[in-house]
């Protein structure tokens, strides 16, 4: 079989019959899920300078619950980046606080909802919408995972610290940091798993409409011409 006979079979199989779209799918959701919950260990275990243990969970559910006092970690300057403990009763960069409940739901939700778009909407050939899928999955079980076990989620990358906007300008909820917003590896994942998924669909309706011109060009070429009396 030629490359275009491949490539059209290929096209043509949904992903859920593709070893190879399998494949790819829980090597990434692994490796991501993978660093994400290392990754949050180990900020917990050391970057206050004594382990941080979270017990009991209903404790730690609760919205004044709050991590002991601790400096941090200068973890790229000048100002770049500090590792600062942070627990974290919303969503993605703390959105919608204390509503455990509702996120734990809406994330079983969302996981089975990409299984299904793996699965029925994408194809085999389809790989870096396989790798999209994969690193949101991952971002979503990960902060699933610490809500269900902790209560809240871990968070501990802290962006351009003590930097502040410019021109006295404040966020709505009084800020004026750059970035206010604490977070961690899973929600990394979820804004990237998120922005090559876009890509992937903007390249496929390019993909179609060439297609589609193409398809156009050739039956204007072989359409037969009328016969003239």
């Known amino acids: 079989m030629n490359r275009e006979g491949l490539a059209s079979d290929l096209a043509s199989v949904p992903a859920w ?6 494949t790819t ?34 404790a730690v559910s609760d919205p004044s619950y709050r991590i002991p006092w601790h400096n941090g970690v200068r973890a790229i300057s000048p100002d770049l980046l500090d590792f600062h403990l942070v627990i974290n009763h919303g969503a993605v960069f ?13 994330t079983l939700i969302a ?3 990409g299984v299904f778009i793996f699965g029925w909407w994408t194809r085999a050939r389809a790989t870096w919408a396989h790798i999209a899928i ?16 902790f209560g809240a989620v871990r968070d501990f990358l802290y962006m ?19 970035f206010p917003w604490v977070f961690n590896v899973a929600d990394m994942l979820l804004l990237m798993g998120m922005a090559l998924l876009l890509l992937h669909s903007r390249r496929e309706d390019r993909r179609r409409e060439a297609l589609a011109k193409k398809s156009g060009n050739a039956s204007e070429v072989t359409q037969p011409q009328t016969i003239r009396e």
């Open 17 to 22: 019959r593709s070893t190879k779209a399998w």
């Open 25 to 58: 799918l829980l090597l990434v959701l692994v490796v991501a899920l993978g660093v994400d919950l290392w990754t949050k260990s180990e900020a917990f275990a050391s970057v206050a300078g004594f382990p941080v243990v979270l017990e009991p969970r209903e």
């Open 94 to 106: 703390g959105i919608g606080q204390n509503a455990r409940g509702v996120f734990i739901v809406f």
């Open 111 to 113: 996981v089975a909802a």
């Open 134 to 149: 994969g690193l949101i999955l991952a971002g979503g079980i990960g902060n699933l995972y610490d809500r269900m076990n």
């Open 160 to 178: 351009f610290p003590r930097r502040n906007l410019p021109f006295n300008l404040h966020w709505p909820g009084g800020s004026a940091e750059i």
